[in-house]
């Protein structure tokens, strides 16, 4: 952070000499302006508003020691040193005795000298901002928690309210606010699908962007309540006309929704309030906006569907990540071909294709996070969601591309890391290929190597054949199908590579001691 400073000499080359002396930046200051008499620093400071200035004792006019009896009274934060020389060193002792925090002689100024005081001052700086902070902190915490019980109908003492927003210069007399509801779309499914330790801090994040639209202290206070949603109280400052203050806020509430949909990838319902005269009156604007958003989220959005049911029914849900539990990305693909192709005309309105889009993305997330992936990028693919006309499949095939590289580093680490790297891409290549028909040769002739020297890598390494291998993942799969029980029994050979039904039958009875149906009914009749 840089402090501004001000020179205030009537000598031109002593200012000169102020500026060459050290360099400022990396002191953490910045020179916001020169003077060279009293009048002129008044309207500096009142313009600039610098953090610390530097001010010559001996001036014609208004000498140093009035200008830092005026700069105090006016700001008692503000830090002055004094320039002076032997002859005026009794001014320097009454600029003292105003709060000026140090001084330095004009015929021993040089770099060491003034860096000392310069370094001095930017510790004091430094020490009341962290101050500040706390005391602002504490005063947020506060003010939020008077206006959150407020707004639920409770009886709260608002004089901290009122405290809060006394510093962002609103008249006392007829301070007036506005109230802004934000309401999340479709945070039962957010909030379903993130662990509480995750969902925390992400609804802090929403709340974060809040206040930076609002403005943040002091003129905004924003309060996160239940449900995905957020009331914003902001205050019109002095300004009195009414169309300017709807123009500001929906200024701030469009920028807000961008801020939801590019950082977040969050959909939001934001409502404004009229003008609300008094804090007393924000409970009713309160009450107001709820009523119009709950009639407007009651309202089907596609098919029957409510605003707040998710798109992806559990049982496409648990089919994705039966498919990721066996990092299968092309059955993974072919559901989500089913899910998002359901309804091609309905779902090529853009607010369908997102909400569709990012519940398969926060599913696809949760499978990473599970497995210890970094699912940061596959936010940073949802940016195509911002481009215009965006077509159905375009919007398919990035939610396609995310579970294919998602179920391609699932595999990754699914592979033992004590096998070798032939036996490695073997066991990648049955997980990705399984339905094709996968055979020894095919495969040792993709990693360059004869059929003998892979299969006795293989048997070496897993105990086990490649045909037996290959078997074990189609067995796997099959019996996460058969749990599902969305394939029909006469179609599930297709589905695992098998020539045909009564094969698919032989197979697996010999591995599991019991038909595919016999299994099915058993495992279903437990839960």
Not at 140 to 147: Q, Y
Not at 152 to 180: A, I
Not at 322 to 339: K, L, N, Q, R, S
Request: net charge neutral; hydrophobic share 40%; charged share 25%.
């Amino acid at each position: 952070m840089n402090w501004k400073i001000a020179f205030v000499d009537d000598e031109p080359l002593v200012r000169s000499h102020l500026r060459s002396l050290l360099e400022w930046e990396k002191e953490g200051f910045v020179l916001c302006g020169e003077a060279g008499d009293g009048r002129q620093a008044l309207e500096l400071v009142k313009s600039q508003q610098p953090d610390a200035v530097i001010v010559d004792m001996s001036m014609p006019g208004m000498n140093g020691l009035e200008l830092t009896r005026q700069l105090l009274g006016a700001n008692p934060r503000l830090k002055v040193i004094v320039l002076s020389s032997y002859d005026s060193f009794e001014y320097v002792r009454g600029s003292l005795s105003y709060g000026a925090v140090d001084y330095l002689l004009k015929h021993r100024l040089s770099a060491d000298t003034l860096s000392v005081v310069i370094r001095s001052v930017r510790k004091q700086l430094e020490e009341r901002a962290a101050q500040l902070r706390v005391k602002e902190l504490a005063d947020i915490a506060l003010s939020r928690s008077v206006l959150h019980d407020h707004l639920l109908g409770m009886e709260v003492d608002m004089q901290p309210l009122e405290q809060y927003f006394s510093e962002s210069g609103s008249s006392r007399d007829k301070p007036r606010f506005v109230l802004m509801l934000v309401q999340l779309a479709h945070y039962d499914v957010l909030a379903a699908r993130l662990r509480e330790e995750e969902l925390i801090p992400y609804l802090r994040s929403v709340t974060d962007l809040c206040d930076q639209a609002g403005g943040g202290y002091p003129w905004s206070c924003t309060v996160a309540l239940d449900r995905g949603r957020w009331a914003m109280l902001i205050t019109c400052g002095t300004e009195r006309s009414e169309l300017a203050v709807a123009q500001w806020i929906a200024a701030k509430g469009s920028r807000l929704e961008a801020s939801l949909k590019l950082y977040m990838n969050l959909a939001a319902t934001l409502l404004i309030s009229p003008i609300v005269p008094s804090l007393g009156k924000s409970q009713e604007a309160y009450r107001k906006l709820v009523q119009e958003v709950e009639g407007q989220t009651r309202q089907p959005v596609h098919a029957g569907l409510s605003a707040n049911e998710p798109y992806v029914t559990i049982g496409q849900e648990k089919r994705l990540l039966a498919a990721m539990e066996a990092a299968d990305g092309e059955e993974a693909v072919a559901i989500i071909g089913e899910i998002m192709g359901s309804d091609k005309k309905g779902q090529g309105k853009a607010s369908l294709l997102e909400r569709v889009s990012a519940e398969l993305v926060q599913i696809a997330a949760k499978i990473a996070r599970k497995a210890d992936i970094p699912a940061e990028w596959m936010v940073q693919e949802l940016s195509i969601f911002q481009r215009p006309g965006l077509s159905s499949d375009q919007a398919q095939a990035t939610v396609c591309g995310i579970y294919t590289t998602l179920a391609q580093e699932l595999q990754r680490l699914n592979l033992t890391s004590g096998h070798s790297r032939h036996v490695r891409q073997a066991l990648q290549m049955i997980a990705g290929r399984y339905r094709e028909g996968l055979t020894l040769d095919e495969t040792s002739e993709r990693l360059g190597i004869t059929p003998s020297y892979l299969s006795r890598l293989v048997k070496e390494e897993t105990g086990r054949t490649f045909t037996e291998l290959l078997t074990e993942h189609r067995i796997e799969r099959s019996k996460q199908l058969l749990l599902e029980g969305d394939t029909p029994l006469k179609e599930l050979h297709a589905k695992l590579g098998f020539s045909s039904n009564s094969y698919f039958i032989r197979v697996f009875k010999d591995a599991t001691g019991e038909t595919p149906l016999a299994y099915m009914q058993r495992i279903k009749g437990r839960s």
